[in-house]
């Protein structure tokens, strides 16, 4: 069983189904509310537990009814929640989801999701040394991103960086990490100058830019590579992400090649799409398994 740590955010997804995106100024009625666990951190543990990974989860939550409900959510789902603290006076993260229209749109507010400092991370830092694999995302705070970067490079263990949601990245963490997994907007913000050609190149198999139902595409050494998704019905793309990172984390942590473990970590991410909520259809290593024979 390989070992997973995730640094990262945990928080609480009110999701909103409606017909229709309301424009601005605009009022709209929608058909349903629910609220579901959620964090890209959250759902990347949650995920790389159901694959059968021994997951440690380093985050935050508030002292509030949701913090409760996520921490006993990870517990539930396998996840080893020693580093996952409540904050006194902060509320937990929340994400405002609409589902409309065949896809989805989020605002995240940070919340206690901010807490996850790096002195933080150093009290934290046990779960990382003893990792085959670390994942991290961007819904903490920049400097804790790096901070982990340089602890994992100092300790030896592989980083994933899944720079979503989208912001300017510090060149350190992009040089310390193994793999950086951004999607095609996500890629633009980490290399500003380079056409994503350009980048590929830069970076041979570490860059691997997701793109969508297409699947995803990294540099070789000699050629581009794109490894093609799976088509599925999709009735909620909300944490397709997150499935993807801490499936391919955990099929790299088990020493699969590069391109074994991007068609693993599709199957995964296309399965997850299936059903509601960020976790809802994140699925079993034994699903992912059946589904790829
Ligand atoms: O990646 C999906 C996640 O992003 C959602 O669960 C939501 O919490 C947002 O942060």
Known sequence: MVKVTVVGSCSMDLVVTSPKRPQAGETVLGSSFKTVPGGKGANQAVAASRLGADVFMIGCVGSDHYGKEIIDNLRKNGVKTDYVKPVADLESGTAHIVLAEGDNSIIVVKGANDAVTPAYVEGAKAAIEQADIVLIQQETPEETVLYTADLCAKAGVPLVVNPAPARPVHERIIEQAAYLTPN????????????????????????????????????????????????????????????????????????????????????????????????????SRKEVEEHLS
């Open 184 to 283: 095609e907007h996500e890629a633009a913000y980490l290399f500003p100058t380079l056409r994503q050609e350009e980048a590929l190149k830069k970076y041979p198999e570490k860059l691997l830019i997701t793109e969508g139902a297409q699947g995803v595409r990294y540099y070789d050494g000699n050629q581009e590579v794109l490894v093609p998704s799976y088509r599925v019905e999709a009735v909620d793309t909300t944490g397709a992400g997150d499935t993807f990172n801490a499936a391919f984390a955990v099929a790299a942590a088990e020493g699969k090649g590069l391109e074994e473990s991007l068609r693993f970590a599709n199957r995964a991410a296309s399965l997850s799409v299936t059903k509601f909520g960020a976790q809802g259809g994140m699925p």
